[in-house]
């Protein structure tokens, strides 16, 4: 039997209000969950949350679900959504933070012993942390699934409940606003 | 002259997602100035590298169910055992409409149980003169929710309706947000305390929408507003809303009839 029937048999015993079944689902997709909302938050607390939040509504929603889909895929649609409101909720009601903003590290590089190497990552990684919180929800969503998940623009899109269309261009958005902020790191090297 | 390639199609052939990827590898090996952008793009790129995802152990699944087990034993299942509540579990033949039927029911039980409604309000309320008839109260209640439902849909259809193009002024649309979500908190913090987890979950979802619309400029960008329409339409909020305000009047004509009936 394969992953994907398993899945879906797991499904159909939970919809059938098996929570046997439905504990088989959060133990087998929880670790890749995990990976996800931290790829999309960097945050590893709310990471944590945001994987109980997803089979939460996961659970409320099961009904939802179509026997012929592909669960995981369902279900990391939850996480993305999940992640996004997340997103949402953070640039909503927190501005970015002081040290996020000052990356242009001209100040803190002289005061560092470590090498110019490492700074110069440290610099990078900050810059990279500051631009992915200037994207927009679905644009940093489209960016990290297109980026470091290696997703399909048509997987992508149906990730997002978006047309194809829209999500090539939230990632032509996000890559433009990420060479903006990288561009003086690129004329370092 | 030959057209230099634009950032479109770089970052796609980038991404291995061009359908033109023989015309983009042959202008790169001839055009100078696209392949000194192109490696400019790659650079930039290889810089944007995955943090380590903190590593979680091999029965990281069982903790998360063991965590989520509690919320859904508080929510759902039944004590002492995996089985969920029928009334819950939303299961497969019942149709959207059914369940929203299930959450217009909830809400006129938390309206009639007066778990929120009859705490301390303000003098108005309170000082009413005359006792006010359960059908009465029914009625009235039944038509305020289904108002802010409507409201609220309001909002959301303005949005999703925005001219697409240019920057769009959604200044009108902010102010009914800033009030529909004034009204938002306390019908979803009335959910939640009702143990109404389905309805407030609805009021959730709106409530980060209105936040967000309320918190935007004045003036935002075509791109800005469809990613907000992108998240009313992935969300089938506006269905959800529909909905219920569908139900709510259905069941507001019914107290008003049952009114009528006993006063006459």
Sequence with gaps: MSMEESDIAAVARAREGDGEAFRLLVERHSRGIFRLAYRLTRSEQDSEDLVQETFLRAFRNLSGFEQRANFATWLYRIAVNCSMDWIRKRR??????????DCGGSGTRSERSDSESRIYQMEVQQRVRYALKGLSPLERAA??????????????????????????????????????????????? | MTKHLNDEQMILYYYGESVEESFVEDHLASCDSCRSEYQK???????????????????????VWSRLQSQLNERTLSSGSHQFRPWTLDLGSRTRWAWAGVFAALIVTAFLLGHYWQRPQPPAVVEQPAPVSPQARERVLLSAMADHLEEAELVLTEIAHAPEG???????????????????????????RNGEPGLASVLDDLEVILVEIVHSPSNVSSAEVEDMRLRIQAQEILFKLKVLASQLRERQKDAARELSRRSS
């Design chain 1, 92 to 101: 909503v009601h927190e501005q970015l933070d002081e040290g996020d903003a």
């Design chain 1, 143 to 189: 960016f990290v699934l297109r980026h470091f998940e290696g997703m399909s623009i048509e997987e992508i899109g149906g990730a997002l409940g978006v047309r194809s269309n829209a999500a090539k261009h939230s990632i032509f958005r996000a890559v433009r606003k990420m060479r903006r902020a990288l561009d003086p790191m690129v004329t370092r090297i």
């Design chain 2, 41 to 63: 793009l790659q650079r930039t790129l290889a810089l944007v590298t995955a943090e380590p995802v903190p590593q979680r152990s091999a029965d990281y699944g069982s903790q």
């Design chain 2, 166 to 192: 240019g920057n769009v002024d959604i200044a009108t649309s902010q102010d009914l947000a800033r009030e529909t979500l004034k009204a938002n908190r306390i019908y979803r913090q009335a959910a939640a």
